[in-house]
T-cell receptor, first 112, second 117 residues
């Protein structure tokens, strides 16, 4: 089973809203990732968690706040987003030391 | 600065023929390369990978070739099938820290492959 589950699949929010994206995996992977993908562009790494601790932050604005409550769950809290933050947000996981990452289907976010 | 480049935005081939997708990279620190396939409304799906210590890796209809001196890799699909129609991303990783911090993948911009029946 190489499944990474992301909810919701679609999200529309206003610029003053607070919302959260959720990601779950049960493969025992100790590294989890958030990527952002704009239309016709490659996925861009945002955050990496290793053993539930933030290990990489690719200079992401503070209106994006990641959280890893346990080894299976990864959240991305959103607050005061801008319309240019509209994108597909992808979660992935991998064993540590292994480069192959397994992706969820993503959350399509629209900021109005 | 785009460190991984896929210069062909699209490729169209006939069913049964060979599909060749190309990827170039600039960062000499990259030591592991991956290909992902992406269908609309789905996340990228891992396809095949190769370490920099090898020059070829094969898995069924899919073969990846790596030319380190040219900083070039290619994905060959033989024979191509209509179900292979998707966007293919090349990705690269490298540098220390993957055992403790996780791996950092850098993706190319993707090639839309269309296999015509």
């Amino acid at each position: 089973d190489t499944e990474v589950t992301q909810t919701p699949k679609h999200l529309v929010m206003g610029m003053t809203n607070k919302k959260s994206l959720k990601c779950e995996q049960h493969m025992g992977h100790r590294a989890m990732y958030w990527y952002k993908q704009k239309a016709k562009k490659p996925p861009e790494l945002m955050f990496v968690y290793s053993y539930e601790k933030l290990s990489i932050n690719e200079s992401v604005p503070s209106r994006f706040s990641p959280e890893c409550p346990n080894s299976s769950l990864l959240n991305l809290h959103l607050h005061a987003l801008q319309p240019e933050d509209s994108a597909l947000y992808l979660c992935a996981s991998s064993p540590l030391g292994i480069d192959i990452q397994y992706f969820g289907a993503g959350t399509r976010l629209s900021v109005l | 600065d785009q460190q991984v480049k896929q210069n062909s935005p699209s490729l169209s081939v006939q069913e049964g023929r060979i599909s060749i997708l190309n990827c170039d990279y600039t960062n000499s620190m990259f030591d592991y390369f991956l290909w992902y396939k992406k269908y609309p409304a789905e996340g990228p799906t891992f396809l095949i990978s190769i370490s920099s210590i090898k020059d070829k890796n094969e898995d069924g209809r899919f073969t990846v070739f790596l030319n380190k001196s040219a900083k070039h890799l290619s994905l060959h699909i033989v024979p191509s099938q209509p179900g292979d129609s998707a966007v293919y991303f090349c990705a690269a990783s490298g540098g220390a820290g993957r055992e403790t911090s996780g791996s950092r993948l850098t993706f190319g911009e993707g090639t839309q492959l269309t296999v015509n029946p």
